[in-house]
């Protein structure tokens, strides 16, 4: 399957026990955020979706979600990896204090994965893969789930082209940092990620 994600979750606690079944979303905190992350646009709230459908946003909208411990934010500017990308993962980074923090961006016409980790709303891994062009960024320690995708680099291997599936490493660095288990897998409780309702916001 090919995935494009453009996502930023952050949450406070361990995410498997933040993300399960029961979580209730905050509406009035979804805009607030909304707002912050885009203070000179227009905003225009229409109504709600499922993060399955939100995944990918068109460019003139924002997916919002904020459920007490846990904020999503889906957001096409994350694509872009400029200054605009940086601002908005960044700010939501902060919204919550002590959350650990993950940034995920695939696109599936790339063949890249971009992940950036935060701790307590600071930056501590920043990674961006493509197939053609191999390691682009490899910034800070790396993370434990990371290990096996670099062993044939770190042996000498080249990266070019690079020797792991880019959308393989990004969903798998989701399912261990952003809701502990894989996307698409619901947990006993009954929780599936990808049901899990946010605020729509078109942006004028």
């Not at 709230?45 to 459920?67: I, Q």
């Not at 790396?142 to 096996?148: D, G, N, S, W």
Request: charged share 25%; hydrophobic share 45%.
């Amino acid at each position: 399957m090919g995935w494009s994600v453009a996502l930023a979750c952050a949450s406070v606690g361990a995410p498997d026990a933040v993300f399960r079944s029961g979580l209730t979303p905050d509406p009035a905190a979804a805009q607030e955020l909304a707002r912050d992350l885009y203070p000179a646009a227009t905003l225009v709230e229409t109504g709600e979706t499922m993060l399955d459908f939100a995944l990918w946003p068109y460019d003139d909208e924002v997916f919002v979600g904020v459920y007490g411990d846990a904020v999503i934010v889906c957001d096409r500017r994350l694509f872009q990896l400029d200054d605009d990308a940086r601002r908005v993962a960044d700010t939501v980074a902060c919204v919550l204090p002590g959350a650990g923090c993950g940034v995920l961006v695939l696109n599936s016409v790339l063949s890249g994965a971009w992940f950036r980790w935060y701790e307590k709303g600071e930056l501590v891994r920043d990674v961006f893969v493509t197939a053609d062009d191999g390691v682009v960024v490899d910034q800070g320690e790396r993370l434990p789930v990371e290990a096996p995708y670099w062993t044939e680099i770190d042996a000498g291997g080249s990266d070019l082209p690079l020797p792991f599936d880019p959308e393989e490493f990004g969903l798998e660095l989701a399912r261990a940092h952003l809701f502990g288990r894989p996307l698409t897998d619901r947990a006993d409780d009954g929780f599936l990620a990808l049901d899990l309702p946010l605020r729509r916001f078109k942006l004028g």
